[in-house]
Protein backbone atom coordinates (compact mmCIF):
# COMPACT_ATOMS: atom_id res chain seq x y z
CA UNK A 1 0.00 0.00 0.00
CA UNK A 2 1.53 3.23 -1.04
CA UNK A 3 0.89 6.10 1.03
CA UNK A 4 -1.90 8.75 0.18
CA UNK A 5 -0.57 12.19 -1.38
CA UNK A 6 -1.02 15.32 0.71
CA UNK A 7 0.51 18.30 -1.71
CA UNK A 8 -2.17 20.75 -1.55
CA UNK A 9 -4.26 20.04 -4.70
CA UNK A 10 -7.51 17.17 -4.46
CA UNK A 11 -6.93 13.97 -5.65
CA UNK A 12 -9.49 14.86 -8.07
CA UNK A 13 -7.69 17.87 -9.53
CA UNK A 14 -4.96 15.99 -9.28
CA UNK A 15 -6.15 13.31 -11.68
CA UNK A 16 -7.32 16.00 -14.26
CA UNK A 17 -4.21 17.79 -14.19
CA UNK A 18 -2.29 14.81 -14.74
CA UNK A 19 -4.49 13.92 -17.91
CA UNK A 20 -3.89 17.20 -19.75
CA UNK A 21 -0.67 16.98 -19.02
CA UNK A 22 -0.64 13.65 -20.41
CA UNK A 23 -2.22 15.13 -24.01
CA UNK A 24 0.89 17.35 -23.19
CA UNK A 25 3.40 14.64 -23.30
CA UNK A 26 1.66 12.68 -26.02
CA UNK A 27 1.58 16.15 -28.15
CA UNK A 28 5.56 17.00 -27.19
CA UNK A 29 6.04 13.74 -27.98
CA UNK A 30 5.05 13.20 -31.55
CA UNK A 31 6.36 16.83 -32.48
CA UNK A 32 9.61 14.98 -30.91
CA UNK A 33 9.17 12.37 -33.46
CA UNK A 34 7.99 14.29 -36.77
CA UNK A 35 10.90 16.90 -35.95
CA UNK A 36 13.44 14.40 -36.12
CA UNK A 37 11.80 12.49 -39.09
CA UNK A 38 12.65 15.64 -40.69
CA UNK A 39 16.12 16.42 -39.27
CA UNK A 40 16.76 12.99 -41.35
CA UNK A 41 14.96 13.44 -44.57
CA UNK A 42 15.53 17.53 -45.43
CA UNK A 43 16.82 18.00 -48.87
CA UNK A 44 17.22 21.50 -50.86
CA UNK A 45 19.13 24.68 -50.82
CA UNK A 46 17.88 25.06 -46.79
CA UNK A 47 19.36 21.70 -45.78
CA UNK A 48 22.20 22.93 -43.47
CA UNK A 49 20.01 25.73 -41.51
CA UNK A 50 16.96 23.60 -41.38
CA UNK A 51 18.58 20.10 -40.51
CA UNK A 52 20.33 22.68 -37.43
CA UNK A 53 17.45 23.87 -36.23
CA UNK A 54 15.38 21.01 -36.21
CA UNK A 55 18.32 19.11 -34.13
CA UNK A 56 18.08 22.04 -31.56
CA UNK A 57 13.93 21.64 -31.55
CA UNK A 58 13.79 17.48 -31.81
CA UNK A 59 16.74 18.16 -28.72
CA UNK A 60 14.56 20.51 -26.56
CA UNK A 61 11.73 17.98 -26.81
CA UNK A 62 13.33 15.17 -25.91
CA UNK A 63 14.27 16.73 -22.82
CA UNK A 64 10.94 17.84 -22.02
CA UNK A 65 8.86 14.97 -22.77
CA UNK A 66 10.73 13.71 -19.50
CA UNK A 67 9.99 17.04 -17.35
CA UNK A 68 6.38 16.58 -18.55
CA UNK A 69 6.18 12.75 -17.44
CA UNK A 70 7.99 13.45 -14.10
CA UNK A 71 5.34 16.13 -13.24
CA UNK A 72 2.77 13.08 -13.79
CA UNK A 73 4.21 11.16 -11.71
CA UNK A 74 4.63 13.54 -8.96
CA UNK A 75 0.81 14.58 -9.28
CA UNK A 76 0.63 10.55 -8.26
CA UNK A 77 -0.66 9.42 -11.85
CA UNK A 78 0.98 7.28 -14.11
CA UNK A 79 2.43 8.45 -17.02
CA UNK A 80 2.09 7.40 -20.48
CA UNK A 81 4.42 5.67 -22.21
CA UNK A 82 3.63 4.26 -25.32
CA UNK A 83 2.93 4.59 -29.33
CA UNK A 84 -0.46 3.51 -28.73
CA UNK A 85 -1.12 5.82 -26.12
CA UNK A 86 0.20 8.99 -27.05
CA UNK A 87 -1.96 8.10 -30.27
CA UNK A 88 -4.71 8.11 -28.65
CA UNK A 89 -3.81 11.23 -26.52
CA UNK A 90 -2.11 13.39 -29.35
CA UNK A 91 -4.08 16.05 -31.53
CA UNK A 92 -0.91 16.06 -34.05
CA UNK A 93 -1.17 13.96 -37.05
CA UNK A 94 1.70 12.26 -37.76
CA UNK A 95 3.74 12.34 -41.09
CA UNK A 96 5.43 9.62 -43.32
CA UNK A 97 5.22 10.92 -46.53
CA UNK A 98 8.13 12.97 -48.36
CA UNK A 99 7.55 16.54 -48.09
CA UNK A 100 9.65 19.39 -49.24
CA UNK A 101 11.49 21.96 -47.16
CA UNK A 102 8.16 24.40 -46.96
CA UNK A 103 5.88 21.84 -46.28
CA UNK A 104 7.82 20.36 -43.53
CA UNK A 105 8.28 23.96 -41.99
CA UNK A 106 4.67 24.68 -42.24
CA UNK A 107 3.55 21.85 -40.64
CA UNK A 108 5.90 22.67 -37.87
CA UNK A 109 4.51 25.60 -37.38
CA UNK A 110 1.07 24.26 -37.04
CA UNK A 111 2.46 21.59 -34.49
CA UNK A 112 3.77 23.88 -32.58
CA UNK A 113 1.18 26.05 -31.96
CA UNK A 114 -1.02 22.81 -31.47
CA UNK A 115 1.46 22.04 -27.84
CA UNK A 116 0.62 26.01 -27.18
CA UNK A 117 -3.34 25.02 -27.51
CA UNK A 118 -3.39 21.73 -25.33
CA UNK A 119 -1.17 23.98 -22.78
CA UNK A 120 -3.59 26.70 -22.69
CA UNK A 121 -6.57 24.14 -22.19
CA UNK A 122 -4.85 22.70 -18.96
CA UNK A 123 -3.47 26.01 -17.18
CA UNK A 124 -6.95 27.50 -15.99
CA UNK A 125 -7.01 24.44 -13.82
CA UNK A 126 -3.96 24.84 -12.52
CA UNK A 127 -4.36 27.77 -11.74
CA UNK A 128 -7.82 26.92 -9.79
CA UNK A 129 -6.22 24.26 -8.06
CA UNK A 130 -3.14 26.52 -7.13
CA UNK A 131 -0.76 24.27 -8.87
CA UNK A 132 1.97 26.58 -9.57
CA UNK A 133 4.78 23.59 -10.44
CA UNK A 134 2.04 22.36 -13.28
CA UNK A 135 1.32 26.13 -14.00
CA UNK A 136 4.84 26.95 -14.36
CA UNK A 137 6.41 23.82 -16.82
CA UNK A 138 2.79 24.75 -19.07
CA UNK A 139 4.23 28.60 -19.21
CA UNK A 140 8.11 27.14 -20.20
CA UNK A 141 6.37 24.91 -22.16
CA UNK A 142 4.06 27.71 -23.97
CA UNK A 143 7.25 30.20 -24.30
CA UNK A 144 9.45 27.65 -26.07
CA UNK A 145 6.75 26.25 -28.74
CA UNK A 146 5.31 30.01 -29.20
CA UNK A 147 9.30 31.05 -30.09
CA UNK A 148 9.93 27.66 -32.36
CA UNK A 149 6.41 28.29 -34.11
CA UNK A 150 7.75 31.84 -34.93
CA UNK A 151 11.21 30.94 -35.95
CA UNK A 152 9.62 28.58 -38.29
CA UNK A 153 7.44 31.11 -39.77
CA UNK A 154 9.96 33.08 -40.40
CA UNK A 155 12.27 30.82 -42.52
CA UNK A 156 9.20 30.93 -45.41
CA UNK A 157 7.62 34.34 -47.17
Known amino acids: MSRPINIGIDEADRIEIAAGLSRLLADTYTLYLKTHNFHWNVTGPLFNTLHQMFEQQYTELALAVDEIAERIRA ?50 LTEASKDEPSADLLTQRMQVHEKAAWMLRSMVS
Open 75 to 124: LGVVAPGSYQQFAELTSIQEETGVLSAEEMIEQLVGDQETVVRTARTIFP
